[in-house]
């Protein structure tokens, strides 16, 4: 088909994936290896929020997340997270191969930032105050 796969061992970046949408038989051999992936303990809770059970992923960033936090991924852009459904989206090997590379325990030790000790910040929804 043409396309190009990374190195074996490569980290995987926006730039790396391929971009092409998956026929029939991949996308089913695919759901069998996402659904494999999202069972496991460290991608049973969504990686930006304590929310169980993700159902979307980030597939250039390798992180499984809930569907709200797949809008905010979404608003950030294609060039910082791209977004695919678990159930919905028939997934390539490369996106696939990136998901087994990193996973929400691989992905938070390598980006989530050391914050201050204690619980984190409550955030209001309501108006803003001056």
């Given amino acids: 088909q043409g396309r190009q796969r990374p190195p074996p061992g490569a980290i995987a970046g926006p730039m790396s994936l391929s971009a092409y949408k998956a026929g029939p038989e991949e996308g089913a051999r695919n759901r069998q290896r996402i659904e494999a992936l999202a069972k496991l303990p460290e991608n049973g809770v969504c990686a930006d929020c304590p929310l169980l059970g993700p159902r979307w992923i980030s597939i250039n960033l390798g992180a499984f997340i809930c569907l ?21 989206d028939a997934l390539n090997d490369d996106w696939v191969d990136n998901m087994e590379r990193w996973g929400n325990a691989r992905v938070n030790a390598e980006w989530q930032g050391a914050g201050p000790p204690g619980p984190p910040p409550r955030y209001s929804t309501g108006p803003a105050r001056r």
């Fill in 68 to 88: 709200p936090c797949s809008g905010i991924h979404r608003n950030l852009g294609v060039h910082v997270s791209k977004v695919r459904s678990v159930s919905m």
